[in-house]
Each structure stands twice: as C-alpha cells, then as structure tokens.
C-alpha cells in the first residue's frame, strides 16, 4: 500500500468541487499533513442551470489521536483509533445560500442566506495491499443548522474507492444519496405566494425525503513527493421534491454539474 499512500496526497484537488456538492461527498482518505487550493465550475445555486467560477482551500493535519480534514465548506475531526476500520467524529459545514443569481425570474425569489451546519460522521474503510491495491469508503453523515435558515435535518449516504493506475497516477470514482427533512427542502426548492407573486413562478410546496443522487470521477497525478495536480467531475441529480420544484422544470436543471482542477502540497 506504500504507494498508494503516496497518491493519497493529492486527493485535496478534489476539494474544488465541495462547492456545490452535497458535504462530505468526497470522503477523502488519510493523507499527510498538507495545504492546497481547488479551482472550478459550479452552478450558481442548486437547481440553477447558470454557473460561476469558485475556489476554495483545503488543508489536513494529523493530532495525538485525532486527525482534522477541511476541504471547501466541510470539515470533519475523525476520532476514529489509527489502523481501525470504523472512523467516526463531528462535522461542520457551510451551507451556501442564493443571491446574485443570473437568471432574471429566479433572481426575484427571497434570497437565501450562507449558514453553518454542525452534525455528525460515520465510516468504514477496506484496504487491499496485495497486487492491485485498492481503498474502499462507506460513509454517512447528518447534519442540521439548528433553525437558523431551516429547521430539521439533511444526511447523506456515499462510498468511493481510489485505485492507483501507475506510479504517478492515481484514479477513483464515487457514489452516494442524500435526503433532507421538509423544512430543509421547501427552504431551497419551495415557492410560496409572494415568492410566486414575485418571479411569475407556480406555487411549489416541497416534501421531506428524497433530495440527490450523485457520482463522480477523479484523477490525480504526482509531480513530485510535495507537489501534486489533480482534476475531477460530479454529477448531482436532483430528485424527489428538489427535482420536481418549478425552478428546476421551468427555470434551471436537475442535472448539477461541477467540474474543476487542483494543487496540494505535502509535508
């Protein structure tokens, strides 16, 4: 597994594409201690079908026993004993909000505000240190912001697996699904009277349940053992009342595309 330890350090390129993604999404694995920056293109709020340019930072370090991840708008402290396979901790993230939008009728919805979640996480790693080496991740996680923009929950279950294609490549693709409570749900896809008044849009009550689907695809190159380079995909699929709202069907798209390019260094 040495070397695929070693590709493990370029996984913060990846980090970009938290943008829009639904947290913890990329469920990275352990990697030295190491800061980077991801650079991409995300939608401009989810269901939007215009899109901005984001970047955002990502930095790892390794405590006396415990070990901090932060990548884009999430970060997690895993507590979980070195060398176990189960991995557990809380986590905090930035749920972005929706303003300035592009589009000239979704623009005249109530604006959303940026607020910080706080929950939990859980894990489960397989290694393979044979011929073909493999990590393999399942995770869940759940998350609320105690009232401040929506009352309730959202969670999230998702698996990854990294490969290494050479010495100096490494590749890795993921899948995973996420639900929310009403609240959550019809915050961002909902469309009330005066929101309907206001855009021209139908009314639009949403449902708790079903929010996403997703998957990605990643590839990471070392330059050398500090520097690395990496690119990455995610397809979100709105589903359930997130794909049904009129600002997806009239306005936007159920398919959220976010895409982008990376740098790490280790030490």
């Known amino acids: 597994m040495r070397s695929l330890a070693g590709w493990k350090t370029l996984l913060l390129s990846l980090s970009l594409v938290m943008l829009a993604g639904p947290a913890g999404a990329f469920d990275l694995p352990q990697m030295p201690n190491m800061v980077g920056v991801g650079v991409g293109i995300t939608t401009q709020c989810s269901g939007c079908k215009d899109t901005m340019v984001g970047a955002v930072p990502g930095v790892e370090y390794h405590g006396d026993g415990w070990l901090l991840e932060w990548y884009g708008p999430y970060a997690q402290v895993d507590f979980g004993e070195p060398g176990s396979h189960f991995r557990w901790g809380p986590a905090l993230s930035v749920k972005l909000g929706r303003s300035d939008l592009d589009d000239p009728v979704l623009k005249r919805l109530p604006e959303i505000n940026t607020t910080l979640e706080g929950g939990a996480f859980v894990g489960y790693e397989l290694y393979q240190s044979g011929d073909i080496p493999y990590r ?132």
């Open 136 to 267: 393999v991740r399942l995770y869940a996680n759940v998350l609320t912001n105690a009232g401040q923009v929506y009352n309730g929950m959202r969670g999230a279950f998702f698996s990854s697996i990294w490969v290494p294609a050479s010495y100096r490549l490494l590749l890795g693709g993921g899948a995973g699904y996420a639900w929310a409570s009403q609240s959550f749900m019809n915050t961002y896809y909902g469309i009330d009277e005066a929101a309907s008044q206001a855009s021209g849009l139908p009314m639009f009550t949403a449902h708790r349940g079903n929010q996403q689907v997703y998957g990605w695809l990643g590839a990471i190159y070392k330059i050398d053992n500090h520097w690395a380079v990496g690119a990455a995909v995610i397809d979100q699929y709105l589903i359930g009342s997130a794909g049904d709202t009129p600002i997806v069907t009239e306005r936007g798209t159920a398919s959220q595309l976010t895409y982008g390019v990376g740098v790490g260094y280790k030490w």
